[in-house]
């Protein structure tokens, strides 16, 4: 195992930890209409954005490495969630995360992977593009809860 695969694999466990450390933060304590609140009829909420980042980051890594899983994409979008639902569903991400993580390889990094219908790309670019993919849905988490606080 070289040093830089241990790097790869501890940054991107430190950054998804953190993520779903986020995630938490903005799910705990909320009520269930605050979760399924929608700001706009096409619009995610929160309960939803939280079910797809996990779909996709869980998808995305399997695909990395190699393993056939299931997701129904379409299904998130649709997805209604309490507090406690959206909680187990972050602290079973984080353990299949650590756990996938934990045997990514220099060719699951470097060899092109397939994912879905896109064209393959080296696994360094899916686990990379995805994180920011995460992160750009916690920021939409923190703004359709800004949205919910000052409807009218």
Known sequence: MS??????????????RDLH????????????????WRPLPQANSVAVLVTHTLGSELEMIRSVRGITGHRD?????????????????????DSEMNELLAGLTSADMTDERPR????????????VTNYGHAREHLAQIQLTKQLYDFRT
Do not use: C, Y
């Open 3 to 16: 040093s830089l695969e241990e790097t790869v694999r501890t940054v991107l466990g430190e950054g998804f």
């Open 21 to 36: 450390a986020r995630l938490r933060d903005q799910v705990r304590g909320l009520d269930s209409g605050t979760l399924n």
């Open 73 to 93: 994409r379409e299904a998130e979008f649709k997805a209604e969630a309490d507090a406690a639902r959206l909680l187990e569903m972050i602290d079973a991400a």
């Open 116 to 127: 879905g219908d896109r064209p393959p790309q080296v696994g360094i670019h899916w686990l």
